[in-house]
């Protein structure tokens, strides 16, 4: 299994970009849950958003409820992140990933990391 994360870029605070996450491979087979995650300069990468391959069921981190909305498209084998309202602290290389078990907002909880696509939001 492969993730390939693009639709980063350079968006002016109150904008919106969204990100996708292209899965090659059996995905669905191996794993039910896909997420994101960012990793800012100088921090460690967090939890962003997940969600099920099979139904609608989604968790976020609180500083992107209401404005991030994860979803998926099977026949596509992509899932994406609608970002809305970006503020400056929402820079950050953003991650996909596989979930494996264990804590869903940790990072050794997945596998098959994406190469990350970078969004820089200015004030």
């Known amino acids: 299994v492969q993730l390939q994360a693009s639709g980063g870029g350079l968006v002016q605070a109150g904008g919106s970009l969204r990100l996708s996450c292209a899965a090659s491979?059996?995905?669905?087979?191996?794993?039910?849950?896909m997420g994101w995650f960012r990793q800012a300069p100088g921090k460690e990468r967090e939890f962003v958003a997940a969600i099920k391959w099979t139904d609608d069921t989604t968790w976020y981190e609180d500083s992107v409820k209401g404005r991030f909305t994860i979803s998926r498209d099977n026949a596509k084998n992509t899932v994406y992140l609608e970002m809305n309202t970006l503020k400056p602290d929402d820079t950050a290389v953003y991650y996909c990933a596989a979930f494996w078990g264990g804590s869903l907002y940790r990072t050794t909880s997945y596998k098959e990391w994406g190469q990350g696509t970078l969004v820089t939001v200015s004030s």
């Open positions: 491979g059996h995905i669905f087979s191996r794993y039910s849950i």
